[in-house]
């Protein structure tokens, strides 16, 4: 996990600096989460945690490469489900 332990305040306060900054870079789109597992994310509910901690969104991937037809199936499905979901 690569969030700081209570063992040391001091490397604690930079370590969680530096996952921070790593966060706000992968928001940006100039970190891939590969590169976030490089540097120590083992979870990718860890980022999604981090990223909320921080009040950021995951960044949206580019329509671009060899899944974009199934991206774009898989959109249409869950417009057409929330589309059909049951009123409350």
């Not at 700081?4 to 790593?22: A, I, V, Y």
């Amino acid at each position: 996990m690569p969030w700081p332990s209570d063992s040391n305040p001091k490397m604690n306060q930079e370590r969680t600096h530096e996952l921070h900054r790593l966060l706000r870079a992968y928001a940006a789109g100039a970190l891939s989460w590969h590169e976030l597992q490089q540097r120590g994310f083992s979870d990718y509910v860890q980022v999604l945690a981090g990223l909320g901690e921080l009040g950021l969104r995951p960044p949206i991937a580019a329509m671009a490469g060899p899944n974009v037809e199934a991206r774009l199936r898989g959109r249409a499905l869950l417009r057409r489900l929330l589309r059909e979901r049951p009123s409350s």
